[in-house]
C-alpha cells in the first residue's frame, strides 16, 4: 500500500512537471535573473527601480496578452508595433486639435479595434496567412504614422487628466503598470474560465475541428485580431502619457518583444496552448534584463545581442531540460 501510494505520488508530481513545466522554467530563470542583477548592482533592488521596471514593462505586457490569444491560434501579428506608433501619433494629433482628453480615448480604442478588425477579415474570411497580413500592416500603418506626422514628434502640452495614465501612482505603484496587470488578470479568467477562452485554444488546437462542431472559428479568429488592435490602441496611449508626445517612431521592434515574451512564457507558435501567467513571466524576464544590463554599463549597442542570446538560452531550456527532466520522472514512476 504504502508503494502503490509512493508511485502515484511520484507520478502525480511528474504530471504536473509535464503540464507546467514551461512556466516554472520561466519562473526559475526570472529569480535567477533577479538574483544576478541584484547582486551586480546595488540599484537594482531598490523600490524606485522595481517601480520603473514595472511602468516600463507595461505597454509590452498589455499587448502580451493580447498576442498570447493571436498565438493561441496559431496565428501571429507582426503589426503591433506599428499600430502602437499610429495610435500614439493620433492621439497627440487629435488632442493638439482640442479634442477632451477622454474622447480621444474612446477614439483611439475604435481606431486599434478597425485596424485589428481589417486585419481579421483579411486572415479568417479571406484565408490569407496572418504572416502575410500582418507583415504588409506593419509597413502600411508605420508609413500612415510617418505620413501624419511628417517624421516629427508632436508634443502633447496642459493634458494632466491624460498625463496621470501614463505618469501618475495609485498607492505609491504606477498607474501603467496597474492597468497593464488588470488586464493581465482579466486574460487569466478569459481564458481559464470562459466560453470564449475555450473556444480560441480549440480553435489553435484544429480550426476545422472547431468549425464542424459548431463554433464560431471564422469569428473568433479574427476576433482576436481586434482584441491586438485594442491592446495596442491602449499601449499606444501610455506611451504617449508618458513620454507627453506622439511619434511615428514609437515602439520601434516592440512586435519582436512581445512575441518574445509570449513564447518565452510557454504559449506555443503551432497554437492551442496558452499560459498567461507564462505570459507575465516573460514579460517581466524581459524587461528585467534590459534594465539590469543598463544599470551594469553594458554597451546599449551590445544590450540588444545580450537580450537575443539569454532569450534564446530561456527557450531553449524550456524546450530541452524540463522536457528530458519529464522523462527521466515518468521513467523512474
Given at each position: 500500500?504504502?508503494?502503490?501510494?509512493?508511485?502515484?505520488?511520484?507520478?502525480?508530481?511528474?504530471?504536473?512537471?509535464?503540464?507546467?513545466?514551461?512556466?516554472?522554467?520561466?519562473?526559475?530563470?526570472?529569480?535567477?535573473?533577479?538574483?544576478?542583477?541584484?547582486?551586480?548592482?546595488?540599484?537594482?533592488?531598490?523600490?524606485?527601480?522595481?517601480?520603473?521596471?514595472?511602468?516600463?514593462?507595461?505597454?509590452?505586457?498589455?499587448?502580451?496578452?493580447?498576442?498570447?490569444?493571436v498565438?493561441?491560434?496559431?496565428?501571429?501579428?507582426?503589426?503591433?508595433?506599428s499600430?502602437?506608433?499610429?495610435?500614439?501619433?493620433?492621439?497627440?494629433?487629435?488632442?493638439?486639435?482640442?479634442?477632451?482628453?477622454?474622447?480621444?480615448v474612446?477614439?483611439?480604442?475604435?481606431?486599434?479595434?478597425?485596424?485589428?478588425?481589417?486585419?481579421?477579415?483579411?486572415?479568417?474570411?479571406?484565408?490569407?496567412?496572418?504572416?502575410?497580413?500582418?507583415l504588409?500592416?506593419?509597413?502600411?500603418?508605420?508609413?500612415?504614422?510617418?505620413?501624419?506626422?511628417?517624421?516629427?514628434?508632436?508634443?502633447?502640452?496642459?493634458?494632466?487628466?491624460?498625463?496621470?495614465?501614463?505618469?501618475?501612482?495609485?498607492?505609491?505603484?504606477?498607474?501603467?503598470?496597474?492597468?497593464?496587470?488588470?488586464?493581465?488578470?482579466?486574460?487569466?479568467?478569459?481564458?481559464l474560465?470562459?466560453?470564449?477562452?475555450?473556444?480560441?485554444?480549440?480553435?489553435?488546437?484544429?480550426?476545422?475541428?472547431?468549425?464542424?462542431?459548431?463554433?464560431?472559428?471564422?469569428?473568433?479568429?479574427?476576433?482576436?485580431?481586434?482584441?491586438?488592435?485594442?491592446?495596442?490602441?491602449?499601449?499606444?496611449?501610455?506611451?504617449?502619457?508618458?513620454?507627453?508626445?506622439?511619434?511615428?517612431?514609437?515602439?520601434?521592434?516592440?512586435?519582436?518583444?512581445?512575441?518574445?515574451a509570449?513564447?518565452?512564457?510557454?504559449?506555443?507558435?503551432?497554437?492551442?496552448?496558452?499560459?498567461?501567467?507564462?505570459?507575465?513571466l516573460?514579460?517581466?524576464?524581459?524587461?528585467?534584463?534590459?534594465?539590469?544590463?543598463?544599470?551594469?554599463?553594458?554597451?546599449?549597442?551590445?544590450?540588444?545581442?545580450?537580450?537575443?542570446?539569454?532569450?534564446?538560452?530561456?527557450?531553449?531550456?524550456?524546450?530541452?531540460?524540463?522536457?528530458?527532466?519529464?522523462?527521466?520522472?515518468?521513467?523512474?514512476?
Open positions: 500500500m504504502a508503494v502503490y501510494t509512493e508511485r502515484k505520488a511520484g507520478s502525480a508530481w511528474a504530471d504536473f512537471i509535464g503540464e507546467h513545466a514551461q512556466v516554472l522554467s520561466i519562473a526559475m530563470f526570472f529569480l535567477l535573473c533577479m538574483t544576478i542583477f541584484g547582486l551586480s548592482s546595488s540599484t537594482f533592488l531598490t523600490t524606485g527601480n522595481l517601480l520603473n521596471v514595472l511602468r516600463q514593462a507595461a505597454p509590452i505586457l498589455i499587448v502580451a496578452v493580447a498576442m498570447t490569444l498565438i493561441t491560434t496559431a496565428g501571429i501579428d507582426l503589426s503591433v508595433g499600430q502602437v506608433a499610429l495610435v500614439n501619433a493620433v492621439c497627440a494629433i487629435a488632442i493638439g486639435a482640442g479634442l477632451p482628453w477622454p474622447v480621444v474612446l477614439l483611439m480604442l475604435a481606431l486599434g479595434a478597425g485596424v485589428g478588425a481589417v486585419q481579421g477579415w483579411f486572415i479568417s474570411y479571406q484565408g490569407i496567412p496572418a504572416f502575410i497580413v500582418t504588409a500592416g506593419l509597413s502600411i500603418l508605420r508609413g500612415f504614422a510617418l505620413y501624419l506626422t511628417e517624421g516629427y514628434s508632436i508634443p502633447i502640452t496642459n493634458v494632466p487628466g491624460f498625463f496621470w495614465l501614463g505618469r501618475g501612482t495609485l498607492a505609491g505603484f504606477p498607474v501603467p503598470a496597474l492597468i497593464a496587470l488588470l488586464i493581465a488578470a482579466l486574460g487569466f479568467v478569459v481564458m474560465r470562459t466560453q470564449y477562452g475555450r473556444q480560441v485554444i480549440a480553435v489553435g488546437s484544429n480550426m476545422e475541428a472547431a468549425r464542424r462542431v459548431g463554433m464560431p472559428a471564422k469569428r473568433v479568429l479574427a476576433s482576436v485580431y481586434v482584441v491586438a488592435g485594442l491592446a495596442s490602441a491602449v499601449a499606444g496611449m501610455l506611451i504617449a502619457a508618458r513620454l507627453g508626445s506622439g511619434s511615428s517612431n514609437a515602439a520601434q521592434g516592440f512586435e519582436l518583444q512581445v512575441i518574445a509570449v513564447v518565452l512564457g510557454g504559449t506555443s507558435l503551432m497554437g492551442g496552448k496558452a499560459s498567461m501567467l507564462g505570459t507575465v516573460g514579460t517581466m524576464t524581459i524587461a528585467v534584463i534590459g534594465n539590469g544590463l543598463i544599470l551594469l554599463h553594458i554597451s546599449p549597442f551590445f544590450t540588444q545581442i545580450v537580450t537575443g542570446a539569454i532569450i534564446l538560452i530561456a527557450i531553449w531550456l524550456n524546450t530541452k531540460l524540463f522536457d528530458r527532466g519529464l522523462r527521466i520522472g515518468k521513467a523512474r514512476t
